[in-house]
């Protein structure tokens, strides 16, 4: 059952690793201000780039598997032995603020995020080719052989689950990504399902105005008679 309003829906991006999933959030986060982007909780720790509350909100496993008994978490997975999960708590601020929640997880979350919230809008990222894929796998290259096998295991798992999204896009040049998904996103606006609130205003207002002339003519007319 839907818990917000229509007109504002999640949009996940999902795929495999090697997918350019958080590239192309960054660039749609900078280009749109009504996109809120989903900040998930993990408990692996944070790499020296990522900053708690900003890329992940870093919990120990106790914490986070508080949140689990507690139903807080929308979707939750382990990957890799590491727990991630997203909080109800973004879904309900993105719509108190009037966004769009924007969702960087894996298919495995996307598919739980559907079953609870099925006006999402699923995306899958695809790499370009199976070189960028096996490059982007390998990631910052400390990682051991074993470690890449289990990536790509991973990787073959979720494409596997493309069909189950409402969306397929390419990653290969950036802008056209961006744009891609931008469009999806106007169309899904336009969705007669989706109408905000200001549109049905709109539509009531136009169908009573009709209504008020279309009686008017017709009492213009009995008088006349």
Known sequence: MRSGPSHLFPIVLAGPSGGGKTT???ELLK????????????????????????????LGREAFEDLIKSGDLLEWAEVHGELYGTPHANLRRARDEGANLLLDIDVQGAKQLRAVEPDAVTIFLLPPDFRRLVERLRGRGSENEEAFRTRMRTASSELSEIERFDFAVVNDDLDDTVRAVEAIL???????????????????????????MLAASVEQEARSE
């Open 24 to 26: 192309v959030r960054q």
């Open 31 to 58: 280009r749109h201000a009504d996109l809120l982007f989903s900040v998930s909780a993990t408990t692996r720790r944070p790499r020296l780039d990522e900053h708690d509350g900003r890329d992940y909100r870093f």
């Open 186 to 212: 106007s169309a899904e606006r336009h969705r007669v399902k989706r109408l905000s609130p200001d549109v049905k205003d709109r539509v009531r207002f136009l169908g009573e105005s009709l209504n008020r």
